[in-house]
């Protein structure tokens, strides 16, 4: 899976590389340090998503999108990374609810089914 | 390419379907008028964008996905349709800016790279 981190979402008072930034490397540590396999974590330069700093997008293959912002490296690392492997370990990308941390439970901007999606599916939002 | 359209939305005044059904079958009807090849519209029960209904998504393999909300059957017919052919048209998902109808200019919610994406391309909003 990938998490794409806004890079131009800018915080206040966490450092010259505004809060997308500082996400991304903060991230990637937390991510190397746990030896989590198979998530990358990748700047991109706009989601479009301007008034919810920082926002992120979590990907994968055959798994529903889903668009997450209001997050903060100083406040949201830990939840980010528990989100991360609840959407790394769940079939088609949906979470349960239960295993959502609070910032992603309040944080959701969007999802959006994986092409080929028929709506047959079971589907919670 | 897909257009996703969200029929959890619901406008005013736009029929017993709510805005986002009404739009599936209005879009659908004018595709097939348009003998538009490759394009498939299909309802999706939430987007989870409630505040901008109706919210469609544009997806095409290896593309950049593109969230467009505050669209009615009764008013962006044409202008949806225009946008998702040159989606179709365009190599990577991202349609220039003076192809782009008022309403997508408006209403972009967010966009998502495709899987795969690394920074170093060019971008644009």
């Known amino acids: 899976m990938t998490i794409f981190v806004c890079v131009s979402c800018r915080g206040q008072g966490e450092g ?6 500082a996400l ?7 991510f190397a340090a746990a030896s989590a396999e198979g998530v990358a974590v990748k700047p991109v330069e706009c ?3 301007c008034k919810r700093p920082a926002t992120v997008a979590m990907v994968g293959a055959g798994k529903w ?8 490296a100083a406040d ?3 939840e980010i ?7 790394q370990r769940s079939e088609n990308g949906i979470v349960p ?5 609070a910032s992603f439970r309040k944080g959701v901007v969007a999802r959006i089914p994986p092409l080929g999606f028929e709506i047959q599916e079971q589907q919670t939002t």
Chains 1, 2 share one sequence.
């Open 16 to 21: 010259e590389g505004g809060s997308g930034l």
């Open 24 to 30: 991304v490397n903060a991230l990637r540590d937390k």
């Open 47 to 49: 989601l479009a998503v």
């Open 65 to 72: 999108t889903y668009l997450v912002g209001d997050l903060t």
């Open 76 to 78: 949201h690392l830990d």
């Open 81 to 87: 990374v528990e989100a991360a492997l609840s959407y």
């Open 97 to 101: 609810w239960k295993e959502r941390p």
